[in-house]
């Protein structure tokens, strides 16, 4: 029989979530992992009277798994719902704004072309108060500078430096 089809009906983890698990614990104050150890010791007594079957060391490595998800790794992974009492459901609000504004953040134009048209600012900023337009502009960065950029993101962009730069 496989390791992992004795652990995981048991534990009710694959093998990479319990990783995820053992190195949540990793990064737990020490107070914590040690409560963590005597709930574990605790819980290895009631599995012991289910599944006399299971080895020692099994038994231990099972409850300690068992421990640590009751002690908060389901509820921060966002496994569930099982484990959550009902002030932690106040917690799962907080994180599904901090994850839907992540998304909002992560959304739009990546750093990459956003730094290298600001490298040549200069250039589009003389074009611009020569009176040249977004599109020729855009036009001209292909052109002479390689640079494959938006009419609208170098609007876009004009916008948030130039707008700074009046605040100045």
Not at 8 to 25: C, D, F, Q, Y
Request: charged share 30%; glycine share 6%; with cysteine.
């Amino acid at each position: 029989m496989d390791i992992d089809d004795l652990l995981n009906p048991i534990t009710g983890l694959t093998a990479k979530e319990r990783k995820h698990l053992l190195s949540w614990v990793a990064s737990l104050a020490e107070e914590k992992i040690v409560g963590i150890f005597q709930t574990g010791v605790k819980k290895s007594f009631q599995l012991h009277k289910e599944r006399p079957d299971l080895p020692g060391r099994i038994n231990k490595y099972c409850t300690f798994i068992l421990a640590a998800r009751q002690s908060g790794w389901d509820t921060i992974k966002g496994k569930g719902y099982r484990v959550a009492q009902k002030e932690q459901y106040t917690d799962f609000i907080h994180l599904r704004r901090s994850k839907a504004a992540e998304l909002l953040l992560n959304r739009g134009r990546t750093p990459v072309i956003k730094r290298k048209v600001l490298a040549r600012w200069g250039v589009v900023k003389e074009l611009k108060v020569a009176g040249m337009g977004f599109r020729p502009i855009a036009e001209y960065l292909l052109k002479s500078h390689k640079l494959k950029v938006s009419p609208s993101y170098l609007m876009k962009l004009w916008h948030e430096v130039e707008e700074k730069n009046d605040c100045i």
